[in-house]
């Protein structure tokens, strides 16, 4: 690995440290490692062929970037290089540039599998509504605090969202409030809220 393969106006700092990937293409939690870092980017190693120019989203498990030690990051970045590596792990190396700052810092324990209530794998057609604005969507998987739904559309944390979603029993639907905890490229995690 070589920390100056670019020219750049910033110096890289080591850091080492597992992250995640994320894009319309490879889909999301993809693992990676980090081996340096800028103010402006980050250079890491995986398996994964990404291609030049692909925008990415890149998760730090122990993010420098942070405030406090072992806080989780997202960024949204875009490839600037890739070269294959002869002498790794791993297949090939990436320089990513930052196009945004921390989308997300996720509560602890947000990303790491556990869960009050456990998800189990749906899929069902769902509409929801932001703003006086109807959009479609389907479930990837749903439990009685939350659900994950999949659509184009690209969604903010702490958006409230009305949503309808067909239950089993015939002409059966639910009218549910959530809050949007979490994004990626395939769509957006809705907490579910209690109503009043």
Do not use: C
Not at 23 to 33: L, P, S
Not at 80 to 107: C, D, M, N
């Amino acid at each position: 690995m070589d920390p100056t393969a670019e020219n750049r106006d910033k110096a890289r700092f080591a850091h080492e440290s597992k992250v995640t990937l994320g894009n319309a293409d490879i889909g999301f939690r993809r693992n990676a490692r980090m081996y340096n870092f800028s103010d402006f980017g980050i250079y890491f190693e995986t398996d994964l062929k990404l291609k030049p120019q692909a925008e990415i989203l890149v998760g730090i498990s122990d993010s420098p970037f942070a405030s406090e030690p072992d806080q989780y990051e997202r960024y949204r970045g875009a490839i600037r290089w890739r070269k294959a590596l002869q002498r790794s792990s791993y297949y090939y190396g990436y320089g990513v540039k930052f196009i945004e700052a921390a989308v997300h810092t996720p509560s602890p324990g947000e990303y790491d599998g556990t869960r009050k209530h456990p998800r189990r794998e749906a899929v069902i057609p769902v509409k929801f509504e932001l703003g006086n604005d109807t959009y479609k969507g389907t479930t990837e998987n749903v439990s009685t605090g939350g659900a994950f739904i999949k659509t184009d559309l690209q969604m903010s944390i702490g958006k409230r969202v009305r949503m309808e979603i067909p239950l089993k029993r015939k002409g059966k639907i639910a009218r549910l409030t959530g809050l949007v905890t979490r994004t990626n490229l395939r769509g957006f995690g809705v907490k579910f809220l209690k109503s009043k």
